[in-house]
């Protein structure tokens, strides 16, 4: 049986890394080199030209990264990879390598909002035409892209509020409009959700998230099309928007457990909806998991668990979000999300700290919400946590 056939959990600890690794090394080693030297004129020229295997200069290619490069392909089943010194790194420079002025996007208006960014201001300054729909209004996706477009952005679930996608229906209908569709997996993780497979022709991630998932390295991929990723690898060679060998070791080392942390995640994020949708404190929750989300019957159906992360709305105004956070002892109160750390805070320190509040308010994002990121810790130490946290509203 070959690696690519096999379970996620193996292909995360195994993928990628061919043996015998440097000096016999049982785990890949960090070759912090930035060029690469050669005995002769003839070898080097032949790894320059490609006619051989070997690096060059660490901008472009570097050992260790390749084997997280390799380790992602595997994972989410593409063709090529490639990776980035941060998931906006990625995310930006595979928009700018793909798209010319006068073309046109179609994308979602619940995007992270550092990719909101890149839609409603830099983009637009470079002669691309941004189109924005609905999240939740899959008919309008359809229309718009129907319209015609070059390009298809999505991302499910999405942030702040959980918004679902379906993704073979979005993928089919920009195919049929001749669009290359691109997929920020971020939230879900190829344990979930494999974009590719439901027809995406290129999935982005932030590493520093749940692929990392230790809040202590930043990073970014692409993974698709061997063609459309050479293009955005090109072009990443020049911004020089690179990841660097110490940050690759450390997302190597945290992909090992990815398997394990988000089944635990999932399980954990599960239950803790289901307790905070019966807490009188809290007004609403947003989680695909539960069965009166509108998004649940295509989460079902396109993702083999519903994430680690939840949302939900406190009784109250911003002051109470403020009562709450102070309460909680398990969390930290930080910007990111999928950490082995519980992590909480509200959008506008999170996800959407690049908008403004009438931006906020435009977006369907309560002033009263909360997102709760779970970490790996015990559920019951979670939620007993939260219940008292929540007894201060
Ligand atoms: C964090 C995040 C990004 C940006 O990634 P960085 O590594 O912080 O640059 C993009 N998309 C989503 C969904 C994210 O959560």
Redesign the pocket.
């Known amino acids: 049986m070959h690696l690519s056939d096999m379970d996620s959990a193996t292909i995360a600890v195994w993928g990628g890394e061919e043996t015998p690794l440097a000096f016999g090394a049982a785990q890949v080693p960090i070759v912090q080199s930035a060029p690469f030297a050669y005995p002769d004129e003839d070898s080097w020229m032949d790894a320059a030209l490609h006619r051989s295997d070997g690096h060059i200069y660490s901008r472009n290619t570097n050992p260790t990264v390749h084997v997280f490069e390799e380790k992602m392909r595997l994972l989410e089943g593409g063709e090529a990879a490639t990776s980035f010194s941060?998931?906006?790194?990625a995310?930006s420079n595979s928009l700018f390598a793909l798209l010319r002025p006068g073309q046109r996007v179609v994308s979602i208006r619940d995007s992270?909002g550092?990719?909101s960014k890149l839609f409603l201001d830099f983009l637009p300054g470079m002669g691309i035409d941004v189109t924005l729909v609905e999240t939740s209004d899959a008919d309008a996706l359809d229309a718009a892209i129907a319209a015609g477009c070059d390009l298809v952005y999505l991302?499910t679930p999405t942030?702040p509020t959980l918004k679902i996608l379906d993704l073979a229906r979005a993928t089919a209908t920009a195919r049929k409009a001749g669009a290359i569709t691109i997929v920020?997996n971020?939230?879900s993780t190829p344990i979930n959700q494999r974009p590719l497979h439901l027809g995406a022709d290129l999935v982005v991630h932030?590493a520093?998230?749940f692929l990392g998932g230790h809040d202590d390295a930043?990073?970014?991929a692409l993974i698709g099309r061997a063609d459309l990723v050479r293009r955005v690898f090109e072009y990443r060679e020049i911004t020089g928007a690179t990841l660097a060998a110490f940050p690759a070791y450390m997302l190597l080392r945290g992909l090992k457990t990815l398997s394990l942390r988000v089944k635990r995640q999932n399980q954990t994020a599960f239950s803790i909806s289901h307790m905070l949708r019966e807490h009188p404190a809290v007004t609403q929750v947003f989680y695909p998991g539960l069965e009166d989300h509108p998004g649940h019957a295509v989460a079902a159906r396109q993702m083999a668990g519903f994430g680690g992360v939840l949302s939900f709305a406190v009784n109250g105004d911003f002051n109470a979000v403020k009562r709450v956070l102070d309460g909680l002892k398990l969390v930290h109160r930080a910007a990111?999300?999928g950490s082995v750390n519980t992590l909480a805070g509200p959008p506008a320190t999170t996800?959407h700290v690049e908008c403004t509040a009438e931006q906020r308010a435009e977006l369907g994002i309560p002033e009263g919400l909360i997102r709760y990121s779970c970490g790996v810790e015990d559920p019951a130490d979670l939620m007993d946590d939260l219940n008292s946290a929540l007894a201060k509203v």
């Open positions: 941060s998931g906006m790194a995310i992270y550092g990719t991302e942030n920020d971020t939230f932030s520093t998230k930043l990073g970014g990111s999300l996800s």
